[in-house]
């Protein structure tokens, strides 16, 4: 009767393990990482860009990334713009990227937007910082709350408390 009980208790342990196990095992058993992850689109508009990371965990559509740098560009005779970050959420349905952390873009002519967050709509174009927006160029610098950019960084729109500094020739 006793080894009857002992054999019951242990049972009731390993199929309680068991389901502890695959508790903890089903919520990432879907993620799977990858080393130095990079996608790139030549499309026939002209758009190219090139995103890679150092690291990513891939869940069915999305991929998260770890320490980020890109470049891109919209027109065939627009500038080259860059990005880094430190880390970052792709979706590839949608071809749009959430950035988080020390997040700078930046070109070839010294223009460079830093903010906390970003998202980067790679079909439509348009960046979207918040949250500590910075904007230096040769001209001066603007720091704002908000700041979207579009039309291969032609178009900048500042919202929120906008302070600027224009430097003099």
Not at 67 to 96: P, V
Request: no cysteine.
């Amino acid at each position: 009767m006793l080894i009857n009980f002992l054999y019951i208790k242990f049972l009731f342990l390993i199929v309680t393990l068991l389901f502890v196990t695959m508790l903890f095992s089903k919520s990432d058993e879907l993620r799977t990482e990858i080393d130095n992850p990079k996608f790139s689109e030549k499309g026939l508009d002209d758009r190219v860009y090139e995103i890679k990371a150092k690291k990513g965990l891939k869940k069915e559509n999305e991929l998260e990334l770890f320490t980020i740098e890109g470049k891109f560009k919209t027109e065939k005779d627009g500038r080259w713009i860059y990005l880094t970050a430190e880390k970052g959420n792709y979706s590839q349905i949608h071809n749009y990227i959430e950035l988080e952390e020390n997040i700078i873009f930046y070109t070839d002519d010294g223009e460079k937007l830093e903010s906390d967050h970003a998202t980067f709509d790679m079909k439509n174009d348009i960046i979207k910082l918040h949250e500590n927006v910075k904007h230096e160029n040769v001209n001066g610098f603007v720091l704002s709350d908000n700041s979207t950019i579009s039309d291969n960084f032609n178009i900048i729109i500042y919202a929120g408390n906008v302070i600027s500094t224009i430097k003099k020739d």
